[in-house]
């Protein structure tokens, strides 16, 4: 068909008309469309992923299914074989993308795929560990808390931070995408907004959390405690001759350890 055709055709068929329009946008490489080229991580498989993690680290409270001594085990075992084969797939996918931006070989990035992947579910008995912490310094820090039960399967501090610290490990190990992924999931189900980068000690405790922004080069250390509406990291950044805003560096507070933050508060 040739355009003239094509644009008879779009008069004749609203539908058509609107294909036609969009078409003509996707000319140009600005980066609002992905075509062409190898596949990006797909955000609906990040979200499972997550989901399945989150079972690993508070087994029994999902509600899928009942957790028994006899069959934890086999349920466990499957649950990280579903993990294992999905975050790897979906991090060689985020690896591939970098390798055609930066231009180079793609050729290792399966090996450094699987290698993540079992580091990252190596340290969920760890991660397991700090998250006890945090969910016992909810019920500490907080006097309505009525039960262990009540934080991890309503809170939104714990579901915030327990996406955290798996995103934050994929942070530290250099894969793209991913993690951003998983914070903004967080972000968009709690309205608690860390990034990735972000490092956070053990036993932290978000009150409320409506609100709440941890910047990405923010260290936060043990027994820390903050309100709603807080912001760690808001400054007027620098830019380069081009005007653009200069990346990198220590651009966010540092919060020692035994420490409260109240709400709307920013540092």
């Not at 797909?42 to 029994?60: A, K, N, S, T």
């Not at 009942?66 to 993990?83: A, E, H, K, M």
């Not at 931070?161 to 914070?183: F, Q, V």
């Amino acid at each position: 068909m040739n355009e003239g055709t094509s644009m008879d055709a779009a008069r004749d068929n609203p539908t058509d008309a609107v294909i036609e329009a969009l078409l003509a946008t996707y000319q140009d490489d600005s980066g609002a469309n992905f075509i062409d080229v190898r596949n990006l991580p797909v955000r609906g498989r990040i979200l499972q992923i997550l989901d399945m993690f989150y079972e690993l680290l508070f087994p029994g409270y999902s509600g899928s299914r009942v957790l028994t001594r006899q069959n934890l085990r086999y349920i466990i075992g499957d649950l990280i074989c579903q993990v294992r084969c999905e975050l790897s797939e979906q991090i060689r996918l985020a690896l591939r993308h970098r390798c055609r931006l930066e231009n180079c070989s793609t050729q290792g990035c399966e090996e450094m795929a699987a290698r993540v992947t079992e580091d990252l579910l190596g340290r969920l008995p760890a991660i397991r560990e700090l998250l006890k912490g945090d969910v016992e310094a909810a019920y500490l820090g907080d006097p309505a808390a009525r039960s262990f039960e009540e934080i991890v399967i309503s809170y939104p501090c714990i579901l915030a931070i327990a996406t955290h610290r798996i995103a934050h490990e994929l942070y530290l190990a250099d894969i793209p995408l991913i993690p951003r992924l998983m914070s903004e999931r967080a972000h968009s189900l709690t309205g608690i907004d860390i990034h990735p980068g972000a490092r956070i000690g053990r036993n932290f405790f978000i009150d409320h959390g409506t609100g709440v922004v941890i910047g990405e080069t923010c260290i936060i250390g043990d027994n820390v405690k903050i309100y709603q509406g807080v912001t760690l990291g808001a400054l007027s950044f620098p830019r380069d001759e081009r005007g653009r805003i200069v990346k990198g560096g220590k651009r966010h507070p540092t919060i020692e350890n035994d420490v409260t933050i109240y709400a709307e508060a920013t540092i």
